[in-house]
C-alpha cells in the first residue's frame, strides 16, 4: 500500500440494509454493521439471534482498525473455512474496515456440499456490503497547541491556511488549541508549529 492510501479507510456509519439470498431452499440473510469494538460485535450477533431464534447458523466476519489492524471470521459450526473466510473476503474486496458482515442461514433440506457453502457466504457478503453506504475517512491524529494571547493570531492564521480541524478550545490564561490533522500531513504540521515563536505542539495522548 502506497502511504497515500495508508491515509485513508472505508467504512460505514449505519447498518445496511436486510438482504435475502436463497439456493436450494436454504436461506442466507446479510447484514452489515458498522462497529469498533468486540463488545459491539457481540450485542450485534446477540441482538441477530434473538431477531432469528430458529436459525441454524450465525456466519460472519469482522474487521476494526483504522489501518486494518485486527479481524476474525468464524464458521459457526458449518465446515471449516466454507463460511467466514469467504465473508472476510467481500471485506478485503470492498476494502472496509470497522465493520462486522453477518450471514444468518436457514437449513433448507438440501446440503448445499463445501463449495456451493462458500459460493452462499461469498454472495451473502457481498449483497449485504452492496445494501450498505461505505464511505471513506481519513486516519487523523490530534496536536495539542500552547502559547499565549498575542500568538492568537499567528496560530489561527496557520489553522486557516492549512484548513486543520479545531476539536477543542480552551481560552483561559493561556490558550490551548487541540486540532486534528491528517496523517501524512502530520509531520509536516507537527514542524511548522515546533518552528513558530512562542507556540509550543505535542500529540494529545
Known amino acids: 500500500m502506497t502511504s497515500e492510501a495508508k491515509d485513508t479507510y472505508k467504512t460505514i456509519l449505519k447498518p445496511g440494509k436486510e438482504t435475502l439470498f436463497k439456493e436450494k431452499g436454504s436461506k442466507f440473510f446479510g447484514y452489515a454493521f458498522p462497529v469498533k469494538t468486540e463488545d459491539e460485535i457481540k450485542e450485534c450477533l446477540e441482538a441477530l439471534k434473538k431477531q432469528h431464534h430458529t436459525a441454524r447458523h450465525f456466519c460472519y466476519a469482522w474487521q476494526l482498525g483504522m489501518e486494518y489492524e485486527s479481524y476474525r471470521a468464524n464458521d459457526d459450526g458449518e465446515p471449516s473455512n466454507s463460511a467466514g473466510m469467504?465473508?472476510?473476503?467481500?471485506?478485503?474486496?470492498?476494502?472496509?474496515?470497522?465493520?462486522?458482515?453477518?450471514?444468518?442461514?436457514?437449513?433448507?433440506?438440501?446440503?448445499?456440499?463445501?463449495?456451493?457453502?462458500?459460493?452462499?457466504?461469498?454472495?451473502?457478503?457481498?449483497?449485504?456490503?452492496?445494501?450498505?453506504?461505505?464511505?471513506?475517512?481519513?486516519?487523523?491524529?490530534?496536536?495539542?497547541?500552547?502559547?499565549?494571547?498575542?500568538?492568537?493570531?499567528?496560530?489561527?492564521?496557520?489553522?486557516?491556511?492549512?484548513?486543520?480541524?479545531?476539536?477543542?478550545?480552551?481560552?483561559?490564561?493561556?490558550?490551548?488549541?487541540?486540532?486534528?490533522?491528517?496523517?501524512?500531513?502530520?509531520?509536516?504540521?507537527?514542524?511548522?508549529?515546533?518552528?513558530?515563536?512562542?507556540?509550543?505542539?505535542?500529540?494529545?495522548?
Do not use: W
Open 86 to 205: 469467504p465473508i472476510y473476503g467481500q471485506l478485503q474486496a470492498f476494502d472496509v474496515t470497522n465493520i462486522l458482515v453477518v450471514s444468518v442461514r436457514y437449513f433448507g433440506g438440501t446440503k448445499l456440499g463445501v463449495g456451493g457453502l462458500i459460493q452462499a457466504y461469498k454472495t451473502s457478503a457481498q449483497l449485504a456490503l452492496d445494501a450498505s453506504k461505505i464511505v471513506t475517512r481519513t486516519i487523523n491524529e490530534a496536536f495539542v497547541l500552547k502559547f499565549d494571547y498575542p500568538e492568537m493570531n499567528t496560530v489561527m492564521r496557520i489553522i486557516k491556511e492549512e484548513d486543520l480541524t479545531i476539536l477543542e478550545q480552551n481560552m483561559a490564561l493561556d490558550c490551548e488549541i487541540i486540532i486534528s490533522v491528517r496523517k501524512k500531513e502530520a509531520e509536516r504540521i507537527f514542524q511548522l508549529f515546533t518552528n513558530t515563536y512562542k507556540v509550543s505542539i505535542k500529540r494529545k495522548d
